[in-house]
């Protein structure tokens, strides 16, 4: 998906070349925060005054600020309201100040988008939100959310894929009218793998739903290429199903225990409870009893979040290696890969014993963007 030609004019009348709108629209879209290398790279020029002169415009219009001075590193900030308003993305969060880990991570999904941006990217929290609950007639309840209160009232907003990595569609299975999604995770330094644990386990229910999707893992090293994706292959061996009727009478039962309302309970209803409190355990069990109590979930929308689709489902697993690691955060030296980033395509399977490499929307894709497999 190319950028749209208005929203390069929109950001060029403020004295933006082409190239320098068509970057800041990918860093706000997408990121936010942005280092002069990057936009380097993106212009596939050296080091020098082209990018002295981009910082030096959006300084002066006041649509940057610098973020966090590191390692004689700049990096700045696109917070902008006009500027956001001019492409029509005002409600993004992109341009608000983050921690050095968010402001790692969101480098990190830059890079992936700069070398592929012209990808059918989800760019949007609503955008998301309209493609998996409209498009796919999925329950909201499946998306991987989280709830905010405000601070001067009790109320509560409810807001959808927070962590902004990046999902891009690519072309539709045979037989089907709809796009394969791809979710990309980009993942920092270090040895361990919780937190594309995290994400997977935030994403298991709706990844459970979708017929066919795309994995991408991408990070800085690929010293842990083979154990993300030993995990993903873990995760995703099909479970049996769960009796929806009686999860969701534990979950009246422990209502009424937690309300106070324990003389409404019998012998066999605390039995339940306790049964049910040692078998219904885990982020996804936590968050659906939430939304029982708060939205009062019905029974088949509980069956859709807690069982996978009976038909047989496709996946596929890639991996990408980003072309630095941007640990200046971390007081650590730079490691850059400028000659080995890339796509690798490891593995593609999908559960039931569908073949293998059923799924290669995403390898293909990537490859046209001009990454090598």
């Given at each position: ?272 409870l306790r049964d049910g409190d040692q078998r ?73 014993g569908s073949a293998r490499g059923s799924t ?14």
């Amino acid at each position: 998906m190319s950028i749209r030609a208005e929203y390069v004019e929109a950001i060029a009348r403020y004295g933006y070349t082409p190239t320098e709108a068509r970057f800041l629209y990918l860093v706000a879209t997408h990121s936010g925060y942005f280092t002069q290398r990057q936009f380097f790279d993106f212009a596939g020029v050296n080091r020098g005054g082209m990018g002295t002169r981009l910082t030096m415009k959006a300084l002066a219009h006041g649509h940057i600020r610098t973020a966090r001075l590191a390692r004689h590193t700049l990096i700045y900030n696109l917070f902008a309201r006009p500027f956001y308003e001019s492409i029509e993305k005002d409600n993004l969060r992109n341009r608000r100040r983050l921690s050095d880990e968010l402001i790692h991570t969101r480098l990190l999904i830059l890079d992936f988008v700069l070398a592929h941006p012209d990808l059918d990217y989800l760019e949007t929290e609503q955008e998301k939100v309209r493609y998996f609950h409209q498009t796919l007639d999925l329950p909201l309840a499946l998306l991987p959310h989280r709830n905010y209160k405000g601070t001067k009232s009790q109320s509560e907003t409810q807001r959808y894929f927070v962590d902004r990595f990046p999902i891009f569609l690519g072309r539709p299975e045979p037989g089907s009218n709809h796009s394969v999604p791809a979710f990309v995770y980009c993942e920092s330094t270090g040895n361990s793998l919780l937190g594309f644990v995290s994400y997977l386990e935030n994403y298991q229910p709706l990844l459970r739903r979708l017929p066919a999707f795309e994995m991408v893992y991408a990070a800085p090293h690929g010293r842990k290429f083979h154990r993300a994706e030993e995990f993903f292959n873990r995760s995703s061996i099909p479970t049996p199903l769960v009796n929806t009727q009686h999860v969701c009478r534990y979950f009246t039962v422990r209502q009424l225990w937690e309300s106070g309302q324990t003389s409404q309970l019998t012998r066999p209803d605390r039995e339940l409870l306790r049964d049910g409190d040692q078998r219904y355990q885990g982020h996804l069990f936590d968050q659906m009893y939430q939304d029982w109590v708060t939205k009062g979930l019905s029974p088949t929308e509980v069956n859709a979040l807690i069982n996978p689709i009976p038909e047989r489902q496709k996946m596929a697993f890639q991996t990408h290696l980003l072309p630095e690691s941007h640990d200046i955060l971390d007081h650590v030296s730079i490691d850059k890969n400028r000659n080995g980033s890339g796509t690798n395509c490891r593995n593609a399977h999908s559960t039931h014993g569908s073949a293998r490499g059923s799924t290669s929307n995403t390898r293909q894709a990537l490859e046209s963007s001009g990454t090598r497999p």
